[in-house]
Every structure is written in C-alpha cells, then in structure tokens.
C-alpha cells in the first residue's frame, strides 16, 4: 500500500474514531494488558511515574489526530473495512466533482469559441443561435433556427425577448434614415454652394473682361 493511500486510510480511521462510529472494543482498555508486570509487557526500563496506568487510560479515550501513531489491523478487521468503504466514497464523490467541473468548463470554452462577446439578452440570443448552428451546421449549412429554438423562455420572459429586438430593429431603422436625410442635405448644401461659386466666377470674369476694354462694370459707352 502506497504512503499516500495509508495517509488517507488513517485520516478516515481518525475521523471515524473522534465519531465514536468505530467497535466499542476499540475504546475499552485492554485489562489483561494492564494487568502484566513491566518485565513482562516489555524489557526496557521506560522510567515511567507511578500513574503510568491513568495516563495511558486517558490517553487511550483522548481524540485522536493525524499524528497518532495506530497498530496495524488485520486484514479482516470491521473497522479498516469501514475505512475502506469510506475512502472509496470519497474518491468516488471527489471523481464525480471533478468531472462535472471539467463538463462544465468544456461547455463554458465551446460557447466562448462559437458565441460572440455580447452582453444582456442580445448575448444569450446569439449564443443560442451560433450553438445550434455548430451542433446541426454539417447536415444543413444555411438552415434557418426558428424562433421556437431561440427562445426557450416561456411568459413574460419571451414577449420581453421580442420586444427587446423589434425595438433595436426600429433604432436600427431610425438610423439609417437618420443618415440618408443627413446624406440628402449635405448634397443639396454643396449644390447650392457650387452654383453660387460658378455665378460668382462668371461676374468675375465679365468685370476682367469690361477692365481691359476699359469700361468698367457700370460705366456707359460714349454716344457717337
């Protein structure tokens, strides 16, 4: 068994002693144990007080932590087998977290790829629209997604859809005449301003002509 397995048995079998879901064997102090003199349970002198027993009594019903050191069990042992279990559904749930988050990032990175930057309900119209045209574009390139499939939302919500884009298409609509007016003005404005120029240029030129005849524009012709 891997150390990094182990580690995940014995945070389970902390976790389940600190429940108190373990055996009640578990938490009881083994009285033929305490009952053997020093020499026998081991041979090195530990130096420990008089209360040793207390203490280890204690200890034994304390919590315990990821630092505690536990005895191996057998390998029939009820407890490691709940362990067991619990570790395999930890890694199930922690499996199926994961790939609903790897689902979900999948789908959010098609809709950036196929979907214009938009926002508000012009951005969820148009996700919709270029989603259906990638999902059935290779049987038919140039189909036309009816309104049916765009607008999924029922009620109040749908007639808001609507009314949302009847009114760009009027602004839109308002535009454009807006500049075929400002197109039609600007063009009569520079007519006129060339007709004045032409008449401004034919004076000019009839007072250089009566100049070097030495008439000027209002003078008359001498009588005979």
Do not use: C
Not at 36 to 63: E, F, I, N
């Amino acid at each position: 068994m891997g150390s990094v397995k182990a580690r995940r048995y014995f945070d389970s079998f902390v976790r389940a002693w600190n429940d108190g879901r373990l055996s009640p064997k578990y938490y009881k102090q083994d009285g033929e144990l305490s009952s053997l003199s020093k020499s026998v349970v081991t041979r090195h002198d530990w130096g420990l007080a008089a209360d040793a027993g207390q203490q280890l009594a204690a200890a034994r019903h304390r919590p315990l932590t990821a630092n505690t050191v536990g005895q191996p069990r057998g390998a029939h042992d009820p407890a490691q087998d709940r362990l067991a279990d619990e570790v395999r559904r930890d890694d199930e749930r922690r499996r199926r977290k994961r790939e609903r988050r790897e689902a979900k990032e999948r789908e959010e990175l098609f809709l950036d790829e196929v979907a214009p930057k938009e926002t508000g309900r012009e951005a969820k119209i148009a996700k919709k629209r270029n989603l259906n045209q990638a999902r059935h574009g290779e049987k038919s390139p140039d189909m036309d997604i009816p309104d049916d499939d765009l607008f999924r939302d029922t009620g109040d919500d749908l007639a808001a859809l609507k009314r949302d884009r009847d009114a760009h298409e009027r602004r839109q609509q308002a535009r454009r005449q807006a500049a075929r007016t400002a197109q039609g003005r600007e063009t009569r404005i520079k007519e006129h301003a060339d007709r004045e120029r032409s008449t401004v240029e034919a004076l000019r030129a009839m007072a250089e002509q009566s100049r070097e005849q030495g008439l000027g524009m209002m003078r008359r012709p001498a009588p005979p």
